[in-house]
């Protein structure tokens, strides 16, 4: 079965700094790779999606990469907001499908 | 463009009383659904997944049960709510696997607390 890790489970840094989010898993044989915001007490808002076949995606700030063969992805986040104060999680779909395997997150405060 | 609704957000239920969270999903069709559930501090568990009516998995053994009467609607049951039942509860569609994109788009959520 396919395990999912974030580490670390917490980060805090001053707004305006550059930063760096882990998700490392167990099973190279993945079909994509999803990373999520949740705000508390709220539902998860996709970010990026990683195909098997990619090596990152870019959204405006945020840049998720995926290295299969180490079974790590990142996704980094430029000059950092209060806004971008959340949980964030990775999940990976799994080769035959249908099967949604998430990390615990990442809990990100951004100083002002 | 799709959207998806889950109610109620917030349920305080005793112990022993039934459950029903219901979960519908516009703008598509025969989407991927599914419940998850987010204890406290915790990931997500899947709970069931459905890739058609009728059609349901189970993930784990439990006091739940889901079932899919519709296309593009998903209800989550219990006949008798346990104190371990309380979590966070998340419906949420993908497209057919397959495609390309299976992007998962969730719910708002259910807070669910069982005294």
């Known amino acids: 079965k396919q395990e999912v890790t974030q580490i670390p489970a917490a980060l805090s840094v001053p707004e305006g700094e550059n930063l760096v989010l882990n998700c490392s898993f167990t099973?190279?044989?993945?079909?994509?790779l999803q990373w999520f915001r949740q705000d508390p007490g709220k539902g998860l808002t996709s970010l990026l999606l990683?195909?098997?076949?990619?090596r990152e995606q870019t959204s405006g700030r945020l840049n998720a990469s995926l290295d299969k063969s180490s079974g790590r992805s990142t996704l980094y986040i430029a000059a950092s907001q209060p806004g971008d104060s959340a949980t964030y999680l990775c999940?990976?779909?799994?080769?035959?499908?249908?099967?949604?395997?998430f990390g615990t997150g990442t809990s990100l405060t951004v100083i002002p | 463009s799709q959207t998806i609704h889950q109610w109620p957000a917030t349920l305080v239920q005793p112990v022993g009383s039934p459950l029903s969270l219901e979960c519908t999903v516009e703008?598509?069709?025969?989407?991927?659904l599914y419940w998850y559930r987010q204890a406290a501090g915790r990931g997500l568990q899947l709970l069931f997944y459905?890739?058609?009516?009728?059609?349901i998995s189970s993930e784990v053994p439990q006091n739940l049960s889901a079932s899919r009467p519709q296309d593009r609607q998903f209800i989550l049951s219990s006949k008798k709510l346990l104190l371990s039942d309380s979590g966070f509860y998340l419906c949420?569609?993908?497209?057919?696997f397959g495609t390309g994109d299976e992007k998962l788009f969730f719910g708002s959520g259910t807070q669910l607390s069982v005294l």
């Open positions: 949420a569609w993908s497209v057919a």
């Open positions: 999940a990976i779909e799994s080769n035959t499908g249908n099967q949604f395997y």
């Open positions: 990683i195909q098997s076949s990619q």
């Open positions: 703008g598509t069709s025969n989407p991927n």
């Open positions: 459905s890739v058609g009516i009728g059609q």
């Open positions: 099973d190279s044989a993945i079909y994509n």
